[in-house]
């Protein structure tokens, strides 16, 4: 009888150990012909920069059919073939989260929306967006023969950025310091037919001049890192594209977006504001790589 009960208490502890490995054990992905590092952090429900970091790996990495990739978090998530057409066809679902949680409503966002620009290529805006042109035809739903045009929406993979703690660029001190140099007025800005008159200083920005209260739009689609008053700017918007590019949005008399959202090409992000020294509408634009300022001018657009 006794050797009975200790039969039964091994066989439950040999049970326990066994569930706690299977609860604990690492997930490994074997990758398959034609496998995108795009469509394997999809699975799984992580992002791609997680997927990599979790194996060493960097962007320019080539991933190879029967290698093995460890996934963090080990835990696969229901395809989206598999979710319902209604969660997958819903308008909501390709413009930016209107949810007061902005981390959720990103996580339960299934794609963003991308409007095509002039020189744009199929492969191009695959490769920004980490998937084959294959991938981009499919989820868009277009032949091998489909030709791109100025204007067209794309549905593009779902952009998810970490926005609780962003690694901002700091902003100097008095940005109302113009030096002589005027912009090209004729390329896109956030404002229309504005005249541009770079900064000067520490930083590489310019200002533009506006109409009242007139609408100031995103020249570049990213995720909203920051909203509210910045010491010396007003108030500020931080956009960050999936390229790693920030800018800055300041000066504006009003905002219309939460950080969280993400905007794409010529979503309304506020409204111009009035320079309290001069009196005159107009907003500043600054633009970062790496948390170096760059020419506006010469910053990607779209």
Aim: proline residues 5%.
């Amino acid at each position: 009888m006794k050797r009975s009960i200790f039969g039964l208490k091994k066989a439950v502890l040999l049970a326990l150990v066994a569930f706690s490995s299977a609860c604990f054990a690492q997930v490994v992905h074997t990758v398959d012909k034609g496998e995108t590092y795009y469509s394997i952090s999809r699975k799984y429900g992580i992002t791609v920069d997680q997927l990599q970091a979790a194996n060493g790996l960097t962007k320019d990495s080539v991933l190879k059919a029967g290698q093995k990739l460890t996934i963090p978090g080990g835990e696969t998530k229901e395809s989206p073939a598999a979710q319902s057409p209604a969660a997958t066809s819903s308008p909501a679902a390709a413009t930016a989260p209107s949810s007061a949680d902005a981390s959720q409503s990103n996580a339960n966002r299934k794609f963003d929306t991308y409007t095509v620009q002039k020189g744009d290529t199929f492969y191009h805006i695959a490769k920004v967006n980490e998937i084959t042109v294959d991938e981009l035809k499919s989820l868009n739903n277009l032949d091998s023969d489909a030709v791109l045009k100025i204007g067209m929406k794309l549905k593009i993979p779902v952009t998810i950025v970490d926005t609780a703690n962003p690694s901002l660029p700091s902003l100097p001190d008095d940005p109302r310091k113009y030096s002589a140099k005027k912009g090209d007025s004729s390329l896109t800005w956030p404002v229309k037919n504005p005249s541009v008159t770079y900064m000067t200083g520490k930083i590489n920005g310019v200002q533009l001049s506006a109409q009242k209260n007139e609408s100031v739009t995103a020249i570049r689609a990213g995720t909203i890192m920051y909203v509210g008053n910045y010491r010396g700017y007003g108030q500020v918007v931080f956009v960050q594209s999936k390229t790693g590019h920030i800018y800055v949005y300041s000066g504006l008399g009003s905002i219309k977006v939460k950080k969280g959202d993400y905007v794409v090409f010529g979503d309304a992000i506020g409204t111009a504001g009035v320079d309290s020294i001069k009196g005159t509408n107009q907003i500043s634009l600054m633009v970062f790589q790496k948390s170096a300022p760059i020419d506006p001018a010469k910053a990607p657009r779209g």
